[in-house]
């Protein structure tokens, strides 16, 4: 089989150093919180994805289903041929639904995910045995390390995807400087689609982020061990 994918580490020694910094601050202030990027690293990863199957975890398979219905209306939208490229595209299982999409109006299609877990090596691989024609470029970085890279690499339309409701895990000043950054790097016709959830019943919210099996439990703490480890 013919390897079609890059995946580029364009900052990964700034990464590393700021791991150790990042949460020295975060743990030393008077309320402490530890930012979710740190969450993801290898068995980070797989164990969102074992989250993703619980039934109690009801955000994967809904924003599944809502992106099955948009084959219909996503296509009015795309006037040529755009390059998809997904923030936290994690295993980039909904991914292949917009490719499917993508597929139908355009002949050959580029896939751009970044994402700051080692996960985004093996999920490129997944799909590239799944889309033999697809260009992959992986970026293994922060969403706004990807973005930098983005913004200069060529004149493409791009359609910027954010899916998984990641978007709840910002405050709202970073949620307002995060949309700034997206549109800084966007250009006149790209076009950019967010997945993000609705006020909910306090139950469905904690039963859906504090499962019964615990593995939500072990995805929280598991950021510690990575910190030990670290
Ligand atoms: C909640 S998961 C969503 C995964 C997938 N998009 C989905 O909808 O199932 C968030 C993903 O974003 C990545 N991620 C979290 N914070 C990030 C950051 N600051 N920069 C880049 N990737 C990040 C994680 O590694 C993870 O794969």
Known sequence: MTLNYNIFKPNSITLEKSFADEISFSLNRHSKFISPKFFYDKKGSDLFEKICELPEYYPTRTEISILKKLKGELPLYLDGSFRLVELGSGSSVKTR??????????????????????????????????????????????????????????????????????????????????????????????????????????????????????????????????????
């Open 97 to 230: 639904l917009i490719l499917d999409i993508l597929n139908l109006v355009q002949d050959k299609t580029e896939y751009f995910p970044i994402d700051i877990s080692e996960i985004l090596t093996e999920s490129s691989a997944l799909l590239q045995r799944d889309y033999k024609d697809l260009h992959i470029t992986g970026i293994i970085d922060t969403y706004e390390g990807g973005l930098e890279f983005l913004k200069n690499y060529d004149n493409k339309k791009n359609l910027i995807v954010f899916l998984g409701s990641s978007f709840g895990n910002f405050t709202s000043d970073e949620g307002k400087e995060f949309l700034e950054k997206i549109n800084s790097t966007m250009k006149d016709n790209d076009l950019f689609l967010i997945g993000l959830d609705l006020v909910k019943d306090k139950m469905i919210l904690e039963n859906a982020y504090n499962d019964s099996q615990g593995v939500t439990a072990q995805f929280n703490l598991n950021v510690l061990s990575r910190i030990n480890d670290e």
